[in-house]
């Protein structure tokens, strides 16, 4: 059975921007969809504490070839390497503002994100039929040039929001319109 997942990122919470939203027309089309509280704040998110939450989603059959994974911000770079490192083949990837390797946002930023980045980015290819990248020409957080390069390592469709700033709640984005069509 098709399925979604949406995954927040780094100081976030399925409650946050556009997820929420997005969770209620995806759940209105009658489909299941899953957004996980992942731990967050120095000390606890971190890698390892966000595989050991999806791995339990995994353990139940509910991450497989027909799962659609939306994901925001650190999120996108967590989930590539959480198929990579687990051998997950997804249905598709649609990930928001993605980056990797990126330090420079803040301390807390970085100390919360670092875990996540790894190399060999281009391998979660492997894993999902289709990667869609949704990203900005004026993040405040993310430099275009940085989100850009994530999408030209992996996506099979790359979309520009200008002026979306980081796509949250904060740039004007309580909602997310533009995604629904690659739902």
């Not at 995806?26 to 731990?39: A, H, N, T, W």
């Not at 996506?155 to 700033?165: K, R, W």
Request: hydrophobic residues 35%; charged residues 20%; proline residues 3%.
């Amino acid at each position: 059975m098709e399925n979604y997942f949406i995954i927040h990122g780094s100081f976030s919470s399925p409650y946050s921007n556009w997820i929420g939203r997005l969770h209620n027309f995806i759940e209105d089309d009658r489909k299941q969809v899953y957004v996980p509280d992942f731990p967050i704040g120095v000390g606890y998110q971190n890698y390892e504490n966000w595989s050991k939450l999806l791995k339990y989603y995994l353990d139940l059959g509910l991450i497989n070839k027909n799962t659609t994974i939306i994901a925001h911000s650190i999120a996108p770079v967590f989930i590539s390497k959480f198929l990579t490192e687990n051998k997950v083949k997804v249905k598709k990837l649609i990930f928001v503002c993605g980056l990797n390797n990126y330090l420079g946002i803040n301390e807390e930023y970085d100390a919360v994100n670092k875990t996540m980045y790894f190399d060999n980015l281009e391998d979660v290819k492997q894993y999902a039929n289709e990667i869609i990248c949704f990203y900005s020409d004026n993040d405040p957080y993310v430099k275009y040039k940085v989100e850009k390069d994530f999408a030209n390592k992996i996506a099979t469709e790359q979309v520009l929001i200008p002026n979306g700033g980081h796509i949250n709640s904060e740039s004007g984005h309580d909602t997310f319109e533009d995604i629904v069509s690659y739902l």
